[in-house]
């Protein structure tokens, strides 16, 4: 079982940038599935999850209206779109499953990507 998060990189301030998450082992279709993000000196905080099962779909303060989710049932593999990025967006995010619904604490999410960086600067 593993979750694989690719996409992050340098970008700068308004620009665009897309996530993958890309399970193997397991469908997402079955778990809900969240964007994680920790910042330098920050605590890992929830950006987002998706739940096909449940129809529930989450967004923190922070992404509305700026970041999208989109998922490949073929490539078992969740997008997040993440638009008019900020400075304040700079942080590693994480791919997270969890069996049940969409949380926003970590403790319930059973699978974790490695991480991918993201860096908004001119």
């Known amino acids: 079982v593993q979750l694989q998060a690719s996409g992050g990189g340098l970008v700068q301030p308004g620009g665009s940038l897309r996530l993958s998450c890309a399970a193997s082992?397991?469908?997402?279709?079955?778990?809900?599935i969240a964007w994680f993000r920790q910042a330098p000196g920050k605590e890992r905080e929830v950006v987002t999850c998706?739940?096909?099962?449940?129809?529930?779909?989450y967004f923190a303060a922070s992404a509305k209206g700026r970041f999208t989710i989109s998922r490949d049932s073929a490539k078992n593999t969740l997008y997040l779109q993440m638009d008019r990025l900020k400075p304040e967006d700079t942080a590693v995010y994480y791919c997270?499953?969890?069996?049940?619904?969409?949380?926003?604490?970590?403790?319930?999410?059973?699978?974790w990507g490695q991480g991918t960086l993201v860096t908004v600067s001119s």
């Open positions: 082992g397991f469908t997402l279709d079955d778990y809900a």
């Open positions: 998706f739940s096909s099962r449940t129809g529930n779909i």
């Open positions: 997270a499953a969890a069996r049940d619904f969409c949380t926003t604490n970590m403790d319930d999410y059973n699978y």
